[in-house]
């Protein structure tokens, strides 16, 4: 599967063991060009992986065949926002100086056109867990069926070696989720936490049960790459899913708010999202981001 060499590397690679998280709104619309540009030339796809909202191409008079916005969603008792963002980054490392000096040298190349709007600091818990203590990340697709699931493979100049991601910050309600018993824990999500193993007998809220890949028609598989944040007073999941389109996330996503038949996803009962954005992430050429498909050369 040639077309990922050419993808950002960050999004095919494990977790690193910290991240942090930057969004980013557009301030000044006649300065996006130059801005991206220099974006372009300085960052590696590993180190800093990037994504780019339709808030930000509408200001290139662009178009990213498949990009839209964030699908705000109502359920019963569910409500799924969706929030600002024009350009993402996802700082990936292992030194937390090292995450503070990137932020100082990436958002002042970007002003005056964008403004920094949120930072999310993020981390590897355990050897991938949430921070209810389940391991995430069991179901992600490997090698080849990765790529397919995440990874662009039109052959459309500029989008193959793209991938399209859907990012989520949910904030865990801990009293909540501690208040429960260990069963009602496990059949929330579908899984034993002490072994991992699937259960069986969870009820149809249970989240493994909502989102179970293989049980959408068609087949529904993402990339997830999911990691804890915290900050002093405050914990949860910046939930990242790349798909090579939007279709599987909202697939996915619709099944949890109860929107298909009435059940929310039991998840719900102790979590919620708190910001909802779609971006694209653009291929690489050389080793820096391609920005062709949107007339950046
Ligand atoms: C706080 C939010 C979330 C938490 C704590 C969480 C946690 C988990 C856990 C523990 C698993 C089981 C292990 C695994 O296969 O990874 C799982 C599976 C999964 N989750 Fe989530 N998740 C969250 C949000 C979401 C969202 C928003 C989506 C998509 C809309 C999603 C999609 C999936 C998928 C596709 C699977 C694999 C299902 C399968 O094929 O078996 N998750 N999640």
Redesign the pocket.
């Known amino acids: 599967m040639n077309y990922a060499i050419n993808s950002q590397s960050g999004i095919l690679r494990p977790v690193p063991t910290i991240a942090r998280y930057l969004t980013f709104v557009v301030a000044d619309a006649a300065h996006v060009r130059t801005a991206l540009q220099t974006l372009r030339d300085t960052v590696d796809g590993n180190r800093v992986v990037v994504g780019l909202g339709e808030a930000l191409i509408e200001c290139l008079d662009a178009n990213i065949p498949g990009l839209k916005s964030f699908p705000a969603m109502v359920g019963a008792g569910v409500e799924i926002p969706s929030t600002p963002g024009a350009l993402w980054c996802w700082l990936r490392g292992d030194d937390r100086g090292e995450l503070l000096h990137e932020t100082r040298r990436i958002a002042p190349r970007l002003a005056p056109a964008f403004e920094l709007v949120q930072s999310v600091d993020a981390f590897k818990y355990d050897s991938g867990?949430?921070?209810?203590g389940?391991?995430?990340?069991?179901?992600?697709p490997h090698g080849d069926a990765a790529v397919a699931a995440a990874i662009v493979a039109s052959g459309i100049q500029g989008m193959e070696g793209s991938s399209f991601l859907?990012v989520?910050q949910?904030l865990?309600r801990m009293d909540r989720f501690q208040a429960m018993s260990s069963e009602e824990q496990d059949h929330s999500?579908?899984?034993r936490r002490s072994d991992?193993e699937?259960l069986a007998d969870a009820p149809e809220s249970a989240?493994?049960k909502?989102?179970?890949?293989?049980?959408f028609s068609p087949a529904?598989?993402?990339l997830?790459r999911?990691m804890p944040w915290s900050n002093e007073t405050e914990l949860?999941?910046v939930?990242t899913?790349f798909g090579n389109s939007f279709d599987?996330?909202?697939?996915?996503?619709r099944?949890?708010a109860g929107l298909d038949d009435g059940i929310a996803?039991a998840?719900f009962k102790f979590?919620?999202?708190i910001t909802g954005n779609y971006y694209w992430c653009p291929p690489l050429r050389d080793g820096r981001l391609d920005l062709a498909a949107l007339g950046l050369r």
């Not at 867990?129 to 209810?132: E, K, N, V």
């Not at 909502?210 to 049980?215: G, I, V």
């Not at 599987?248 to 996503?253: C, I, N, R």
């Open positions: 867990r949430d921070l209810t389940y391991e995430d990340g069991t179901e992600n859907a989520q949910w865990h999500v579908g899984r991992n699937e989240h493994v909502r989102t179970a890949q293989e049980s529904a598989f993402v997830r999911s949860g999941l939930f899913a599987a996330f909202a697939a996915q996503l099944r949890m996803d998840l979590t919620r999202p």
